[in-house]
């Protein structure tokens, strides 16, 4: 960070000289890491859409972290989130916000499949079997356990790091008894 503001000092391109000469304040916030500050940046670049960040500021060419608008949520990486899903972001490494994803659902079990298949389930699905999702379209967690799963998840893409730093952390000690 010391080194990114120093930049700013001796500008040496056109557009940085451009930004500083515009700039009144300089705002900052401390984050435990550097996770949660990177989530915090892009979260803020993509609500107050600054006009010098060009790396961030493009939603449809960056991958999001999507909630559906759906009375039992699907999770998933999209670059096109659908109408009325929350959706966090945008991430610059698809790989790396897969793989987020990935811990996030096995931890809180949220589903992954499409509104349809969800309809239409009878038994539940590989996910569950692999224990990455609770099954809710078969009634193996009740409504309000999985609502509160989806809250938690929220917490953590909202910056909470704790929300899936602690579950995991009592995982890990559980199998170290």
């Known amino acids: 960070l010391r080194d990114r503001v120093r930049s700013y000092a ?15 304040r300089i705002e900052f916030a401390v984050t435990d890491t550097e996770t949660q500050a990177l ?29 559906s608008d759906h009375s039992v949520p699907r999770v998933e990486v999209t670059r096109d989130p659908e109408a009325g899903a929350v959706a966090y ?3 610059t490494d698809k790989g790396r916000v897969e793989t987020v994803l990935k811990a996030v659902r096995d931890v809180y079990g949220l ?6 298949k969800y309809a239409n389930r009878d038994r539940p699905c590989l996910d569950y079997e692999m224990g990455i999702c609770s099954a809710p379209c078969t009634g193996e967690i009740d409504p309000e356990s999985y609502a509160e799963d ?4 929220r917490r953590f893409f909202e910056g909470e790091t704790g929300a899936l730093a602690d579950p995991l952390r009592r ?6 008894e």
């Open 39 to 67: 989530l915090l940046e892009a979260n803020l670049v993509k609500r107050l859409r600054p006009r010098y960040n060009v790396r961030l500021k493009d939603d449809k060419s960056y991958p999001l972290v999507s909630f």
């Open 150 to 153: 989806v809250a938690a998840a």
């Open 171 to 176: 995982r890990m000690e559980a199998a170290a």
């Open 10 to 24: 001796d500008p040496r391109s056109e557009r940085i000289r451009g930004m500083v000469e515009r700039a009144d």
């Open 89 to 91: 972001g945008p991430f």
């Open 111 to 116: 589903r992954g499949c499409s509104d349809h």
